[in-house]
């Protein structure tokens, strides 16, 4: 079997993108369906690359009951579109990066996170909003949603 290949993309990969990698990963363990998935996340700067999850977010998947391990942010690359069948962006301006590094959506992958839910608007950025909990509902749900999809 096949697994599905899902890369969540933010501005640093250190709040967003984990946040959604990590709820993700722990929605397909409790359906028991781990093995279908290979989930992962990238950033579309190169500001924080090497850097772990912010400690804010990792608080909050905490909270939240979520595993999560160290990693290291990193950027997403040109073998990332060719490899991962879903890329998903958090905002609008991540979905403008990602047109200028990747150049054109030809296979149709990438989307906006809030998409999945229904909504035509951005994941708030906790980097700048503080509030980690709003960021963990809207990640929650589109998480939800998009898994409904699958």
Same mark, same amino acid.
């Given at each position: 079997?096949?697994?599905?290949?899902? %890369?969540?993309?933010?501005?640093?990969?250190?709040? #967003?993108?984990?946040?959604? $990698?990590?709820?993700?990963?722990? !929605?397909?363990?409790?359906?028991?369906? &781990? $093995? $279908?998935?290979?989930?992962?996340?990238? &950033?579309?700067?190169?500001?924080?690359?090497?850097?772990?999850?912010?400690? %804010? &977010?990792?608080?909050?998947? /905490?909270?939240?009951?979520?595993?999560?391990?160290? #990693?290291?942010?990193?950027?997403? =690359?040109?073998? *990332?579109?060719?490899?991962?069948?879903?890329?998903?962006?958090?905002?609008?301006?991540?979905?403008?990066?990602?047109? #200028?590094?990747?150049?054109?959506?030809? *296979?149709?992958?990438?989307?906006? !996170?809030?998409?999945?839910?229904?909504?035509?608007? *951005?994941?708030?950025?906790?980097?700048? =909003?503080? *509030? /980690?909990?709003? =960021?963990?509902?809207?990640? =929650?749900?589109?998480? $939800?949603?998009?898994?409904?999809?699958?």
């Amino acid at each position: 079997m096949r697994k599905h290949r899902i %890369l969540f993309v933010c501005h640093g990969n250190i709040c #967003r993108s984990p946040m959604a $990698e990590f709820i993700l990963k722990n !929605m397909v363990e409790k359906a028991g369906r &781990a $093995e $279908e998935f290979e989930i992962a996340s990238a &950033a579309t700067s190169t500001e924080e690359i090497g850097n772990d999850i912010y400690p %804010l &977010a990792r608080r909050i998947l /905490f909270q939240k009951g979520i595993k999560y391990s160290y #990693r290291k942010a990193r950027q997403i =690359t040109r073998h *990332d579109y060719e490899y991962y069948d879903y890329i998903i962006a958090m905002d609008e301006n991540n979905l403008r990066n990602l047109k #200028r590094l990747l150049d054109e959506d030809i *296979d149709n992958k990438i989307s906006l !996170m809030m998409s999945h839910a229904g909504y035509h608007r *951005d994941v708030a950025d906790p980097w700048y =909003t503080s *509030d /980690f909990e709003k =960021t963990f509902n809207d990640l =929650t749900e589109g998480c $939800e949603a998009f898994l409904r999809k699958l």
